[in-house]
């Protein structure tokens, strides 16, 4: 089975940062490495991540080059990863315990796709809405996904580094979302 890097950057997430570290942890699948990159956070982001990579040597932590969002925090998190593929998760975001098992299950299906996708679920006055994606029922590749908006939700999907590169990374100029 695969292994995979999950990327996260952050920046004054202590509110919700164990909750989405937590979320990777408590996977079914087991055969990943988290690499962060904080944007020199002053909320006690850095420390709860610090203290976390101690019990778990699967985490990674390095400081961002000059804080320019979250973006730019993406792109020098792959420069850390060590696998080729790549998962992002986004501090205020957490996976169900499936979410790595599933999407490796996708990889092994499709393993020419290079971008593998699921639904997403969001949480609007503390309920829970499922199969938010504009593909609810699809499995299987979509040969032109930007037909309906972007299918994509960042902590929904996994790219493969060479896909990743391919495109450039993310544009550095958008530092938001």
Request: aromatic share 12%; net charge negative; glycine share 8%.
């Amino acid at each position: 089975m695969p292994k995979i890097s999950v990327i996260m950057g952050i920046y004054n997430c202590a509110s919700t940062l164990s909750d989405a570290i937590e979320s990777i942890l408590s996977q079914t699948y087991t055969d990943w490495e988290i690499v962060v990159v904080d944007g020199y956070s002053s909320d006690g982001s850095l420390e709860i991540i610090r203290e976390l990579a101690k019990s778990d040597e699967r985490i990674h932590v390095f400081m961002q080059e000059n804080r320019r969002g979250v973006t730019p925090a993406r792109n020098e998190s792959v420069v850390h990863a060590q696998y080729n593929l790549l998962a992002f998760l986004d501090a205020d975001d957490y996976w169900e315990p499936e979410y790595l098992e599933n999407m490796a299950k996708l990889i092994k299906d499709y393993p020419n796709a290079g971008i593998w996708g699921t639904n997403y679920g969001t949480i609007e006055n503390g309920q829970k809405k499922k199969n938010t994606t504009l593909y609810p029922l699809h499995r299987g590749v979509i040969e032109n996904p930007w037909i309906k908006g972007n299918p994509y939700w960042t902590s929904a999907i996994v790219i493969s580094r060479e896909a990743f590169d391919k495109v450039g990374g993310f544009d550095n100029r958008i530092i938001y979302g």
